[in-house]
Nanobody
Framework: QLQLVESGGGLVQPGGSLRLSCAAS????????IAWFRQAPGKAREGVSC????????KYAESAKGRFIISRDKAKNAVYLQMNSLKPEDTGIYYC????????????????????WGQGTQVTVSS
């Protein structure tokens, strides 16, 4: 079964850091563009960052630039999102998904989920 599973969320104080993991199973994730999306309470899901199959190209939402770093580890078949200087507005459920458009001029990749969206991982930034 082709699957992407998110982990690493939690409760953190403003200014803190978290590293989210996206583990692939059933296939090699390094053939795909992978993106992180998030959904805050009462808001639409939005793209946060994405990375091309080779890792050579990355994109970030304006709100994430300078604070978040996306990376991938071929040996571990995983993609990571290092989130630093977290703010309360970063609170939400974070999802990783297959995506398209890492090499285009568009500001963010487009999600093309493998079937349905996963359960995501909850990130709460609060004092």
């Amino acid at each position: 079964q082709l699957q992407l599973v998110e982990s690493g969320g939690g409760l953190v104080q403003p200014g803190g850091s978290l590293r989210l993991s996206c583990a692939a199973s059933g296939f090699s994730s390094d053939v795909l563009t992978i993106a992180w999306f998030r959904q805050a309470p009462g808001k639409a899901r939005e793209g946060v960052s994405c990375i091309s199959p080779t890792g050579s190209r990355t994109k970030y939402a304006e709100s994430a630039k300078g604070r978040f770093i996306i990376s991938r580890d071929k040996a571990k078949n995983a993609v990571y999102l290092q989130m630093n200087s977290l703010k309360p507005e970063d609170t939400g459920i974070y999802y990783c998904t297959r995506a398209e458009g890492a090499l285009t001029l568009q500001p963010m990749c487009v999600a093309t989920p493998l079937g349905s969206w996963g359960q995501g991982t909850q990130v709460t930034v609060s004092s």
